[in-house]
């Protein structure tokens, strides 16, 4: 089974954990940063590899010396980046992380410019491009992959996307709303409406449902997405049950508790991708819900959405047991 996965991943700046550094401050207390890269597409992508699927990322990048890391990360993870473009004098978006006093994160973003945004844009590439994603089995994106994108690229996505599931591609879809990165939130509504509509798993995270649409219970979500014509329904729900419609049933699946919760940054990503690993290789929705619940369990038992990969694999044989 091969899947690509579509979007954008970004430069991350993260203040150290205290002690981490062993060395003082930077200027006026400010903390250390840590610089690492991560997306939510990109974040799946990673962990659905160490699942022992053909991954392929699918995104722009620049020439610069990150964009060359990313690429030789990617390889290091044995994902394919054949189909990854590259725009001479860009370099990717970047975000900082800073932990207020309450304990909450907060998230500044410089990706106005970033080279995933021309993602399916121009004529040649997208053609190229297509070529690439009519081998795989599946093609993996979010809302967030919609929202970098230009109108006019989606909507050409979107022809695609009709087409490759009419050719027997499945589509998996994460709602992933982010306001800020819509002109409204009617705008991110139309959009995610018509992805939905051609997709065939979607897993959603309950929380974004209720900001993008209003959703007072999950009843409401279920409706509306098996009407949109999606066959296969995971909703995220925390630590409460994911549920599952599927085959005209619902069924809730209990959450197994985690000792110690860390860091929830990456959690629906590497449910996603636990998730995508288990069923692309044949198992039920069910037994995949529980793999996506072990990949989550692991990463939010960790500090950062991506866990080093020696570390991640080396808990556990053969890779498709890793999460
Ligand atoms: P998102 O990261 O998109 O906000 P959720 O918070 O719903 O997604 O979490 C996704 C998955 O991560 C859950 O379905 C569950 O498997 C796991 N998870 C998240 N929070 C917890 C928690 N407190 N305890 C156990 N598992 C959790």
Request: hydrophobic share 40%; proline share 5%.
């Amino acid at each position: 089974m091969k899947l690509a996965a579509l979007g954008e991943v970004m430069v991350e700046l993260a203040p150290q954990a205290a002690g981490q550094s062993g060395r003082a401050g930077g200027q006026q207390g400010k903390p250390l940063l840590a610089q690492s890269y991560a997306g939510d597409t990109y974040n799946t992508a990673v962990y659905v590899a160490r699942h022992g699927v053909d991954v392929s990322y699918v995104t722009l990048l620049g020439d610069d010396p990150y964009s060359e890391e990313v690429l030789t990360i990617l390889a290091g993870e044995s994902i394919d980046t054949g189909a990854i473009a590259r725009l001479p004098g860009r370099c990717p978006g970047l975000y900082m992380i800073q932990n207020t006093p309450d304990g909450e994160r907060y998230f500044t973003y410089w990706r106005g410019e970033a080279p995933a945004r021309e993602l399916f844009a121009d004529t040649a590439r997208r053609e190229a491009l297509k070529a690439h994603l009519r081998q795989m089995d599946c093609l993996y994106l979010s809302g967030i992959t919609l929202a970098i994108m230009s109108p006019q690229a989606r909507a050409e996505l979107l022809a695609f996307l009709e087409e490759y599931r009419a050719d027997g591609g499945r589509v998996a879809f994460d709602s992933n709303y982010r306001p800020r990165l819509w002109a409204s939130p009617e705008a991110a509504r139309d959009a995610v409406a018509e992805f939905l509509r051609q997709t065939d798993m979607a897993l959603l995270t309950f929380e974004d449902e209720q900001a993008l649409w209003g959703d007072r219970r999950p009843g409401s979500c279920i409706k509306r997405n098996t009407g949109f014509g999606v066959s296969e329904l995971v909703i995220k729900r925390g630590a409460e049950p994911v549920l599952l419609q599927f085959d005209g049933e619902l069924t809730a699946l209990e959450v197994p508790p985690v000792a110690s919760v860390v860091d929830t940054t990456g959690a629906g990503d590497s449910f996603n991708a636990g998730y995508l690993g288990a069923r692309l290789q044949g198992a039920t929705p069910e037994r995949s819900i529980a793999a996506g619940n072990r990949c989550a369990a692991r990463v939010i038992g960790h500090r950062g959405a991506i866990i080093p990969r020696a570390e991640f694999l080396g808990a556990a044989t053969p890779a498709a047991e890793a999460c």
